[in-house]
């Protein structure tokens, strides 16, 4: 599914998101996307913060490609950061990431390109580099 339908079949989409994901991300026009597992993470706004925090400098630091952290930071930042919101991930072939809600409202989302499309995420990821590197090298 492309990235909008996917999102669309399940959230509602702000006016604001609706317009990013359609026009601001064109880059990911040809890229079919699905959530990678069932798994649904629950947890307050300010650790989800933080983690893509660690994960966006890990990115940079990398000179990795990233999308929709911008957004995604400061609809994060206006949410009371003791309030549970939700995170499913999403991949396409070359990129992977979380989407971020309160059940029915999408939030936003992050994601970044795959340098290595046949690693997987390890368990409680932390959102750096050296854990994903470590996880995948075995």
Do not use: C
């Amino acid at each position: 599914m492309k990235l909008f339908e996917l999102l669309d079949s399940n959230y509602q989409i702000s006016g604001e998101l609706n317009s990013e994901i359609n026009s601001g991300l064109e880059i990911l026009d040809e890229e079919t996307f699905k959530y990678k597992n069932d798994s649904i993470f629950s947890e307050v706004t300010s650790h989800f913060l933080s983690i893509i925090n660690i994960q966006k400098q890990s990115a940079d630091n990398a000179n990795h490609p990233t999308l929709g952290f911008d957004k995604l930071k400061a609809s994060l930042n206006n949410i009371s950061g003791d309030k549970i919101i939700n995170m499913r991930m999403i991949e396409s072939e070359n990129w992977a990431g979380r989407v971020y809600s309160d059940n029915t409202n999408l939030i936003g989302l992050f994601l970044g390109k795959k340098r290595n499309k046949n690693w997987k995420t390890p368990p409680n990821w932390d959102g750096s580099i050296e854990m994903l590197e470590k996880y995948n090298k075995g």
